[in-house]
Structure formats: C-alpha cells, structure tokens
C-alpha cells in the first residue's frame, strides 16, 4: 500500500472528513514517528509493532563500477519489529 492508497482507504471509511484534512492526519502521523526516531527515541504502536534505529559501524566498501575502495562512514538506519498479532496474521 502506498501512500494515496491509505489515504482513498482513510476517505471510505470516513466520509466525514475532507481529503485535505486526512492528508493532514497522515502527515503529521509518518512526521512524528520521523521525528522521534531521529531524536534517538523508539515509536511502538500496540497491536503492530515498533520502530527504532540501529547503528552501522563505519565499513570499507566497493564502488560496483570501478572496483575502487571506498570508506563508509557509519550511520542510524531504520529497524521495525513486527508486534505478536502482526506475526500471527502473517502466519495464518
């Protein structure tokens, strides 16, 4: 599902609400989980799982087209962990 997707399924389900106030909703929503995880916090929605970070060290690495080496600096990436009934569908 992508983004417009959620918010075409957002608007069926709640006709109440204008386009322009569930992509609000939807914003602020991704906004905050970004904002949190960026501050090196952690993001866990009951029922569906969490968000954190992982830190990557720093690795020597290949330039596929060249073959030269290259130093990658370390970084945070995104890690989520399914919650239990999220498995549980999956694995119906």
């Known amino acids: ?3 417009s997707e959620l918010i075409k399924k957002l608007e069926s389900e709640n006709p109440e609400l204008k386009t322009e106030e569930i992509e609000k909703i939807v ?7 970004i904002q ?5 916090g952690r993001v866990e929605l009951r029922g569906f ?4 970070t992982r830190e990557r060290s720093p690795r020597k690495g290949r330039n596929p087209r060249t073959g030269a080496s290259v130093e990658v600096p370390s970084k945070r990436v995104p890690y989520f962990k399914p919650g239990k009934e999220v498995r549980e569908q999956l694995n119906k």
């Open 49 to 52: 799982g969490a968000f954190s």
């Open 36 to 40: 949190r995880l960026s501050d090196g």
């Open 27 to 33: 914003d602020l929503f991704f906004n905050q989980i």
């Open 1 to 3: 599902m992508i983004r």
